[in-house]
């Protein structure tokens, strides 16, 4: 939405949208962005434009929501909002969830270009995953690392004892990334604040409102899945404050929201055995 608004000020076409992977090629006969090679040289101008206003425009997007999101968690907490989660009926609760999970198996196979070649194999390894985890099969901190390493060591095992290489199976693999200084999240959007198209940034404010609503809810409700999926009790605005305050350091990098995900609570809990360990935390920090 927000290049084909800035692609449309600059007077460029914006083409057809492609079910190619996030940040890779589109699908055959389409194009991800107006300026396309065959595009470029009739549009240098309007097309490096058009690239610099969409990268600062975007940078700028994200750090506004997370600067909005962290303001509202801290907000809650503060005033003690937090309390009427309570009144939140369970049915409700698990429904929101089964929807997330939806959306989750939903886009994973959007994300496998719906290529029964990856999605199956995907899920045959997650669904047995999911049982082993569910129905308490072995240790965690073994069975997690042995189903996501054992796949992964078979995939490069066929690979070259079938004599191919990696060159030839590039369409199982991500695309390859560029490499980019960590500092350019601030040189092209801070540094480049004239190419922040304002205009475009404010057509997409609908769609950050829906996004508030339904992070600060999903937020709220997995705080309340935390008390209830493990042996320990909450202090709900005590954490939406931190959260909060954990989330100056994502406005300040451009970064998307952040918050604590009940999925990681569970399988942390489930590898170190108790609910007080610190050491999952400071191994992923």
Known sequence: KLGKDIAGQLGLDYGAS????RLG????????WSCSPERLYANAEACALYHEQFVATTIFMIAISSA????????SGYFRLTRYAS?????????????????VFKYGLHFCEYDTRQ???????????????????????????T??????????????ASGNTLSSVEAWMFPQMNYVSFWSVWTDSVQNYDKINIQAWQNTLPDLAVMLVVCFIDCLLKLLGTEGKL????DKNREMQL??????????????????????NVINFGILGNAHDRRGGLVFA
């Open 119 to 145: 999605f199956v194999p995907a899920a045959c390894v997650g669904i047995l995953l999911y049982f082993m985890k569910a129905y308490h099969v072995g240790n965690p901190a073994v069975v997690i690392p």
């Open 147 to 160: 189903m996501l390493l054992v796949p992964l060591a078979f995939f490069y095992i066929v690979v070259y």
């Open 25 to 32: 090629p589109a699908a055959a006969g389409s194009t991800d």
């Open 243 to 264: 959260f909060g305050l954990g989330n100056i350091a994502t406005f300040a990098s451009g970064s998307s929201v952040g918050y604590m995900q009940l999925k990681f």
């Open 68 to 75: 909005a999101l962290g303001l509202l968690f801290f907000l």
């Open 87 to 103: 009144y939140v009926p369970t049915c409700v609760m698990e429904a929101f969830m089964s929807c997330v999970g939806y959306k």
């Open 231 to 234: 042996p320990v009790k909450v």
């Open 18 to 21: 492609g079910y190619g992977r």
